[in-house]
């Protein structure tokens, strides 16, 4: 499931769009280009099998790396509740 961070984003972005569609006028227009270069001209080179694959294969491969990526990030840290003493004993000591 971590590996569909992707769809995730994507679906927020587009959601995001919706809801406020004055805002977001560049990021349409974006979008739009997007999926005309990742999807309707691979269609009319390739056909629509191979490009939807590819499209999916793509998304699901920046879901894998941006997993990656909040993973290793998140591993290397400390539970919170491990670090809240040592946080507040630093804070109380004076500067230098």
Do not use: D
Request: with cysteine.
């Amino acid at each position: 499931m971590v590996s569909l961070m992707g769809v995730a984003f994507r679906l927020g972005s587009l959601q995001h769009m919706r809801v406020k569609p004055r805002e977001t006028r560049i990021e349409q227009v974006l979008v739009l280009l997007h999926h005309l270069l990742w999807l309707v001209l691979p269609m009319a080179l390739t056909g629509w099998a191979l490009a939807l694959a590819n499209y999916l294969l793509v998304l699901w491969f920046c879901g894998v790396y941006l997993a990656s990526i909040f993973v290793t990030n998140h591993l290397a840290h400390r539970p919170w509740w491990l670090t809240a003493a040592s946080w507040r004993a630093r804070r109380a000591m004076p500067a230098t």
